[in-house]
């Protein structure tokens, strides 16, 4: 089992490193939100190294989750959903309202398939980088939400 978590874990700690490709992607289009899509897409790389510290071995050995909830195939379906968006974003006519609708789509799944809340362990620091992922996904959603209705309100 421990060897079917760390192999998870990785493909999530993947799918931060592509979401932060995708918002550095977004920095590098809307250059006038550049700042805006960096600091998400800094962040994005962050929780990909926290999900990697939880991996480490003394770490995971402490960690307790739902197999069920973990199913590799829907994290590589949710990666190849991010590769779809990346090759969008380059190729297609993309808006600003379209990026912050699509981070928004992203940050609201993630939260919605509450990987981080079915992971327990016993471990200060694994539950303080559970919690520290928990946290992060509620504050991208908000920062992207705030940003949408900011824009929704100067149009």
């Known amino acids: 089992m421990q060897e079917k978590m760390r192999e998870i874990m990785e493909l999530m700690a ?3 490193e592509k979401v932060s490709e ?3 992607s977004y920095a590098d289009k809307f250059v006038d939100n550049y700042n805006f899509w960096l600091m998400l897409s800094e962040e ?3 929780h990909a190294a926290w999900i990697r510290n939880l ?5 995971s050995e402490t960690l307790v ?5 973990f199913a590799p195939e829907g994290i590589l379906l949710f990666s190849e959903y991010l590769v779809q968006k990346l090759k969008e974003v380059r190729e297609t006519d993309y808006t600003f309202q379209k990026a ?6 992203i940050e609201n799944a993630l939260i919605e398939k509450k990987w ?3 992971i327990n362990s016993d471990s200060a620091e694994a539950r303080i980088n559970l919690d520290r992922l928990r946290d992060a996904l509620i ?3 908000n920062k992207i939400t705030q940003t949408l209705a900011d824009l929704k309100g100067s149009v």
């Open 65 to 69: 989750f739902d197999e069920k909830r």
């Open 55 to 59: 991996n480490n071995p003394v770490l």
């Open 139 to 141: 504050k991208h959603k």
């Open 100 to 105: 912050l609708n699509t981070a928004l789509d």
């Open 44 to 46: 994005e790389t962050s």
């Open 22 to 24: 995708l918002y550095m």
């Open 116 to 118: 981080f809340d079915t």
């Open 14 to 16: 993947k799918n931060e």
